[in-house]
């Protein structure tokens, strides 16, 4: 995955031959994308608003898919992972209550640079390490 100009821009090296999580988190980078466009519109008619719901929504679905596929293998870095996504989900509540607040203020080139970086270092540090798990494992 690469970030030019803002945009996360998905490519082959950014897969982790795990189907499942590989679909979901090209997916959240488009919904990064998507958030990051609403935001240099600079128009206040809701589409950051909706955007910000979007990537929250997938980013939930995707978690809990996620921490599934991880019981089911029986991966011994669970709960550490699991609490890592529980606090990247109370960052993303905080970001829409903070819109709900104050539309100008709320979300920013930063913001949305914070979850593009986020979601980089999350699939190639923690998932990285699931989908190797998952690959010894041989199931
Ligand atoms: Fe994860
Ligand atoms: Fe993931």
């Not at 488009?30 to 240099?40: E, F, G, H, M, R």
């Not at 929250?56 to 011994?76: D, K, Q, W």
């Not at 903070?98 to 999350?122: C, N, P, Q, S, Y």
Request: glycine share 6%.
């Amino acid at each position: 995955m690469m970030i030019i100009q803002h945009q996360i821009i998905w490519d082959a090296g950014s897969e982790l031959g795990v189907s499942l999580m590989d679909s979901d988190h090209r997916d959240l980078a488009d919904k990064i994308n998507d958030v990051y466009d609403a935001c240099t519109r600079h128009e206040w008619d809701g589409s950051i608003e909706h955007a910000m719901a979007e990537l929250s929504y997938h980013t939930v679905n995707h978690f809990n898919r996620e921490e599934a596929f991880m019981r089911e293998i029986g991966y011994p870095g669970l709960r550490a992972h699991c609490k890592v996504h529980q606090k990247l989900t109370l960052i993303l509540d905080a970001i829409s209550d903070r819109i709900g607040r104050d539309k100008a203020a709320a979300i920013d080139e930063e913001t949305v640079d914070f979850l593009k970086k986020w979601l980089l270092k999350h699939i190639q540090h923690a998932d990285f390490r699931l989908a190797e798990y998952y690959r010894g494992i041989g199931l």
